[in-house]
């Protein structure tokens, strides 16, 4: 009679022994799939960031000394180089560390248009739901002025260098060890962190509210990515949002600089929790409700298509 016994010999197996066998093998798994995590980040990282800081204190003078193109081509240039580094050191990690093909780099126009439109929608309208409601009043209408597209270029920059960073390198890396799950939470949060320098003259609960808004928009992003597995269509999404709140004239993840160059001049006339303070409509409660239920509807999707991922020492148990 064979029993499942733990501490008895059951047929001849000592089941005390095999379960201990067994859970230091999965703990030593554990460990190795950490360890080539943390190598990928740092290496990972480094591919990135090195090649921008190359293009950055390396090529960029030696352009500047040889074309002398001035201040403000020269900006242009360094903006545009940067971005190309960065993407050019991502993908010779994924070739030379991964060895694969950077599919996640590869252009789909028309993925992109549509990523770029839900973006602007997304947040477009709850702002628009805050100026009928009174929270956001319209103080006058201004021509639009070419420093906008100065604006776009800088916001369509940044948003793909997060997304490159955030999305196809810390999540991919870390959903590798521990599955999609943890390293869409994990990411998230890593995402929003950095925000909280933008909140420095604000109180704990603008913080507070802030890191939840842009915890949700991280893995709003995360779960566009694992959707699409592709860079532009996150970047497309992530870009048309900023540039959306831009164009309203309300405050950026709390940056007011490029509020002179919106089409309208507003100002805030509700109560912080509805207009989200000096923070912007991200901070809103309208806004982070409807980002909530946007995360909720592009994770259920995820999870219908079988794209979530099992933590890679599980698959060699």
């Known amino acids: ?43 990972g990282g480094a ?9 950055r204190q390396g090529l960029l003078p030696w352009i500047d000394a040889m074309f002398q193109p ?15 580094a960065a993407l050019l050191g991502y993908w010779a990690y994924v070739r030379v560390h991964d060895r694969r093909d950077a599919g996640e780099l590869r252009l789909r126009p028309l993925a992109l248009a549509l990523g770029g439109i839900a973006g602007a929608a997304l947040v477009a309208l709850p702002i628009a739901a805050l100026f009928g409601l009174g929270a956001y009043e319209l103080v006058q209408q201004r021509p639009a002025t070419s420093g906008l597209l100065g604006a776009a270029a800088v916001i369509g920059i940044a948003a793909t260098l997060e997304e490159l960073l955030y999305r196809c390198l810390v999540l991919q890396v870390l959903e590798r060890a521990w599955g999609t799950g943890v390293a869409l939470a994990v990411q998230a ?9 933008n909140v420095q003259d604000g109180s ?16 709003l992003w995360g779960g566009v990515f694992v959707l699409t597995r592709n860079l532009w269509v996150s970047a497309a999404h ?31 006339a509700g109560p912080g929790w509805l207009t989200g303070g000096m923070f912007g409509p991200e901070n809103s409660l309208l806004v982070i409700a409807a980002v909530a239920v946007a995360v909720v509807l592009v994770l259920r999707s995820v999870h219908r298509r079988g794209k979530l991922l099992r933590p890679a020492w599980l698959h060699r148990a």
């Open 189 to 197: 949060l890593v995402f929003a962190l950095p925000h909280l320098a």
């Open 238 to 268: 992530h870009a048309a949002w900023n540039f959306t709140i831009l164009l309203s004239g309300v405050p950026l993840s709390g940056i007011g600089d490029w509020r002179g160059l919106a089409p309208l001049e507003t100002r805030l």
């Open 204 to 219: 704990s609960a603008d913080a507070g509210a802030m890191l939840v808004s842009v915890t949700l928009l991280g893995l």
């Open 1 to 43: 009679m064979a029993k499942a016994v733990a501490g008895l010999t059951v047929d001849g197996i000592d089941t005390a022994a095999t379960d201990t066998g067994s859970a230091r093998t999965t703990g030593r798994r554990h460990l190795r799939a950490n360890g080539r995590m943390l190598w990928a980040l740092l290496l």
């Open 70 to 84: 001035g201040p403000g081509p020269l900006s242009a240039i360094r903006r545009a180089g940067i971005f190309l």
């Open 47 to 55: 591919a990135v960031v090195g090649a921008m800081f190359a293009f």
